[in-house]
């Protein structure tokens, strides 16, 4: 179900709340034993029981190394605590959160990705889940792309997470609203005929909540038109969550409060990303928007 707002107040700021993990062996080693694999699991279901507990949208975005490890561990008495159910499934069909690929695709590429979740029982969502637009290689997302370890196929529609390798120098693109970017040299140039769809991310490291209030503050003073859609991110690396421990879950915790008041008065609307690009659609008319904040 969409969140509905009505534009003759406000216009509201769409917050979707992402999390990535990675393939990394270096930082998920503990993954490849089943002790360590399952306090990542119960960090992962905290973190999300408290965001359902606020209302919260959640696009987890997983790479292949914990899929493949949901495979091998997630079974038997594991699933007690998940209604019988793979985390994978229980995010999506308990808890109602989207489930998209992300893939650094050093050797799995995001078809093989979106395969491993369907593998777990999920269908994958159509969200790129972060991607390189510098060197400029999401052009191949035009196409379904097929994939290099199973012979699978997956369609994008919508790409999120503008990224330069590494996240160098602050590179990254920071905007906030939705447009189809035009081609690798025009990203950021919106053409109504391009078949994918870029939802700026905001200020996406900004844990604090800072930055969406700051955007909320110049929407309200008239600094910012209305009536055009504008949206932010706030990004979560899960393996963070579990080695912060409680300290850590509870600065996430507070994050979220604060934010949650905003969206009791409707100047935030929490929505996952799919959901984002449909509220577009039907209460934007499709219309482009691009908002350049820079760093808080």
């Given amino acids: 179900m969409l969140f509905k707002q009505e534009l003759t107040r406000i216009t ?4 979707s709340l992402v999390s990535h993990n990675e393939e990394n062996e270096k930082r998920f080693g503990s993954l490849d034993e089943r002790k360590g694999y399952l306090e990542f699991r119960a960090s992962l279901s905290r973190f ?47 808890l109602g959160f989207e489930v998209d690929p992300h893939a650094h695709e050093t050797r799995y590429n995001y078809a093989d990705v979106a395969y491993l979740i369907e593998r777990l029982g999920v269908k994958p969502s159509k969200v790129v889940g972060g991607f390189s637009y510098d060197p400029p290689i999401w052009e191949k ?12 196929a997956w369609r994008a529609e919508i790409l999120w997470g503008a ?12 905007s906030s609203g939705i447009w189809k970017p035009r ?15 870029y939802i700026g991310t905001g200020y996406l490291f900004d844990t604090t909540g800072g930055w969406i209030k700051n955007l909320v503050s110049k929407i309200k003073s008239g600094e910012l038109p209305q009536d055009r859609i504008y949206t932010a991110t706030v990004i979560m690396i899960e393996d963070r969550l579990k080695e912060g421990g409680d300290a850590l879950f ?27 690009v449909d509220i577009w659609r039907e209460k934007y008319n499709s219309e482009p928007n691009r908002y350049v904040g820079g760093r808080p």
Wanted: proline share 3%; aromatic share 14%; net charge neutral.
């Fill in 48 to 94: 999300a029981h408290m965001l359902k507990r606020y209302n919260a949208s959640y696009n987890w975005q997983s790479d292949w190394r914990f899929l493949r490890t949901v495979e091998k561990f997630d079974k038997g008495d594991v699933l007690n605590s998940t209604a019988g159910k793979n985390i994978v499934r229980y995010l999506k069909e308990d």
């Fill in 183 to 197: 081609d690798k040299y025009h990203f950021t140039e919106h053409d109504e005929n391009s078949n994918l769809i």
């Fill in 12 to 15: 509201p700021v769409y917050v």
């Fill in 163 to 174: 990224a330069v390798p590494g996240h160098r120098a602050g590179r990254d693109d920071f």
């Fill in 250 to 276: 509870n600065r996430w915790e507070n994050t979220i409060r604060e934010l949650n008041e905003y969206a009791k008065r409707g100047e935030i609307v929490w929505a996952g990303l799919s959901q984002v």
């Fill in 141 to 152: 997302f035009r196409n379904p792309l097929q994939g290099r370890v199973y012979d699978y």
